[in-house]
């Protein structure tokens, strides 16, 4: 049985995160042949086009996990109706320099949480706005828009029984995704 390893980046940087939170229980979710590592980004410095001839460890780990993968899955907040600067920061360094993209061709997903009725709906737009120019294939549909409420996730992290259908339904169409991508 094949294996897949998949790149979790997630928009937050708040260690009570609920995209954290989605990110550590959505992944519960998948077929055993699928393994998940959340990939840090708050490490990187500022992108800065001057840097791409000798970047930082921490780019050099970003790109290098990035490649490692089969797919990746992001997991975002909403910030000021787009996506949060520490995700861009991360999707500017391993597109970069111009060339040597990590991220090309690589199967994604996109999903989200926050407290607003919305959900993240419109960060996730602006996100795969960016995803289609970077060459990353994502995944159209189901769409995941999900909004915090109290008992989303148990005390073991799990997602609630009301949600849980949807996001297993959500999770088999990701796995289906990457597979014939990887193919």
Known sequence: MRQYQIAVIVGS???????????????????????????HIGDLPLYNQDDDENPTDPVKRLKAEITASQGLLFVTPEYNRSVPGVLKNALDHASRPYGQNAWAGKPAGVLGISVGAIGTALAQQHLRNILAYLDIPTLGQPEVFIQAKEGLFDEDGNIDSGSKEFLQQWMSQYVAWVQKHVA
């Open 13 to 39: 940087l708040r260690r009570d995160s609920f995209n954290r939170k989605l990110a550590g229980a959505i992944v519960k979710l998948a077929p055993s042949e699928f393994s998940f590592r959340q990939i």
